[in-house]
T-cell receptor, first 113, second 110 residues
Framework: NAGVMQNPRHLVRRRGQEARLRCSPM?????VYWYRQLPEEGLKFMVY????????ESGMPKERFSAEFPKEGPSILRIQQVVRGDSAAYFC???????????FGPGTRLLVL | ELKVEQNPLFLSMQEGKNYTIYCNYS?????LYWYRQDPGKSLESLFVLLSNGAVKQEGRLMASLDTKARLSTLHITAAVHDLSATYFCAVYSNDYKLSFGAGTTVTVRA
């Protein structure tokens, strides 16, 4: 019974490059959430997706960030032209239904040099 | 915007003693979660509290919810070393977002 899977676990990028973070939800879960965690802080909501739909992206910066959850395959969080301030841990969570318990993946730790 | 405040942010516990972490939130919600995070790891769900007066217990941890006061507490009984971690409370608002507190970093010393 695999949990939420994220890859890569660690990602190093130079300023201006693109970062692609992947998330496979738990089996049977169709609701995916992305969060960002800065050191010594709590998690900040970024985006909530269902299959092929973005439900709420109010926590995601308008520029350079995008997310998708295609019909087939994992959810992708894409950060274009990364800057040092993008360095953080990015967590994906999934739930079986809205307002259900969210189960978290191991996170992707992004470091921008 | 829903605000969630935890206190204390840092808690140094002595083994064997009891402690409480508080979680206040700013708008009506009847669904509150407690998570645990070990350094460099993901979040582990500890408790889901779904109604006023709800109380859940697991081992040395007990969580309660008072929706009228918009307050949840996480009580630790007879602290032991393996409880050292960061504990987050999180609250659902009406728009499907889960808002997190800043976390309480717990260190248990002998």
């Amino acid at each position: 019974n695999a949990g939420v899977m994220q890859n890569p676990r660690h990602l190093v990028r130079r300023r201006g490059q693109e970062a692609r973070l992947r998330c496979s939800p738990m089996k049977g879960h169709s609701h995916v959430y992305w969060y960002r965690q800065l050191p010594e802080e709590g998690l900040k909501f970024m985006v909530y997706l269902q299959k092929e739909n973005i439900i709420d992206e109010s926590g995601m910066p308008k520029e350079r960030f995008s997310a998708e959850f295609p019909k087939e395959g994992p959810s992708i969080l894409r950060i274009q032209q990364v800057v040092r301030g993008d360095s953080a841990a990015y967590f994906c969570a999934s739930s079986q239904d809205p307002w259900g318990t969210q189960y978290f993946g191991p996170g992707t730790r992004l470091l921008v040099l | 915007e829903l605000k969630v405040e935890q206190n204390p942010l840092f808690l140094s516990m002595q083994e064997g003693k009891n402690y409480t972490i508080y979680c206040n939130y700013s708008t009506t919600s009847d669904r509150l979660y407690w998570y645990r995070q070990d350094p460099g790891k993901s979040l582990e769900s500890l408790f889901v509290l779904l109604s006023n007066g709800a109380v859940k217990q697991e081992g040395r941890l007990m969580a309660s919810l008072d929706t009228k006061a918009r307050l949840s507490t996480l009580h630790i009984t007879a602290a032991v070393h393996d409880l050292s971690a960061t504990y987050f409370c999180a609250v659902y608002s009406n728009d499907y977002k889960l808002s997190f507190g800043a976390g309480t970093t717990v260190t248990v010393r002998a």
